[in-house]
């Protein structure tokens, strides 16, 4: 029973340096947008940064595949580098879970790239914030 008390699912004061996942995964920015979603697919993931000569030039999400491409009718085989997202949207390791939260709503984003220093070394997605809430859900039941 609850009690009349609602569980803490976690602190959203706590740095996303606890949820980064270094698995970012890279596409050059001259293959193809099926080239990529052959790679989302292979590595059951849900964005690419494009990379031009090893440095981050862009960003692609399934998002922007079925969006840009896929609902308008244009062919798979164009280059990623022209659907991409030049605006790299980036945010520090010790920010906050809430600060990241907050950052992804008003940029109206689901994934964050994770900065620190100057250099990128991760990626955090709303669905990996959920998760950890759905996990400490299932947690909490599984003690009741």
């Known amino acids: 029973m609850l009690n009349g008390e609602l569980p803490k699912m976690y602190d959203l004061d706590q740095p996303i340096r606890n949820f980064v996942s270094k698995r970012l995964i890279e596409i050059e920015s001259y293959r193809t947008v099926q080239e990529a979603a052959k790679k989302m697919v292979e590595f059951n993931i849900s964005s690419l940064a494009v990379v031009e000569e090893g440095s981050i030039i862009g ?65 955090v997605t709303l669905t990996d914030l959920l998760d950890i809430k759905r996990h400490s859900l299932d947690t909490y039941i599984s003690r009741e």
């Open 59 to 123: 960003f692609i999400t399934d998002g922007d595949i079925k969006r840009k491409v896929v609902a308008e009718g244009l062919d798979p085989g164009i280059s990623v580098e022209e659907i991409m997202i030049e605006e790299l949207i980036t945010e520090d390791i010790d920010i906050t879970v809430q600060e990241a939260l907050d950052t992804m709503t008003k940029k109206n984003i689901k994934h964050l790239l994770v900065t620190e220093g100057t250099d990128v070394v991760g990626i």
